[in-house]
């Protein structure tokens, strides 16, 4: 089926968007480094973001080094049950995951399980999301006694 040029034209404005879009937040994130430091929360918001951007364009590595850096930071910064630390390993999981990297997946899965256990409590949603995370990597390799004992 033939696309409209309608259609080929949103979509190429969505494409040059996107592509405005990430050199504003690489050069938002490169000045706000510049300025305010990279142990700056500013700084590490746009780093964190960065890295989310390049989940989104399926740039795993680049994504996955980023993150490591943010966490890295935001454990310095600001503790390693920060919510913002938690919450960037979480995304760090997505990176695994889409590499096929199950074991790290779920390792690190794993410890934001219990961070934020901790942190929010067992009934929160942000637990509750972690949970259902853990369950798609143990169904991606296959271990689906473990979903039903969490």
Known sequence: MASSPCSKVKYRVFLSATVVGQRQRSWSHETKKRNLGEFHPGTLTS??????IYQGQKRWK??????????????????????DTVNTQAELVVSYSHQRRWAEAEQLQLQVLEMRKR???????????SQDALAVINAEQGVLDEVGEM
Request: glycine share 6%; aromatic share 0%; net charge negative.
């Open 47 to 52: 780093m964190a973001n960065l890295a989310t």
């Open 62 to 83: 680049e994504a996955e080094k980023l993150a490591l850096r943010v966490i890295e930071l935001r454990q310095n910064a600001l503790g390693p049950e920060h919510p």
């Open 119 to 129: 942190t929010l409590g067992p009934e929160h949603p942000e637990v509750m999301k």
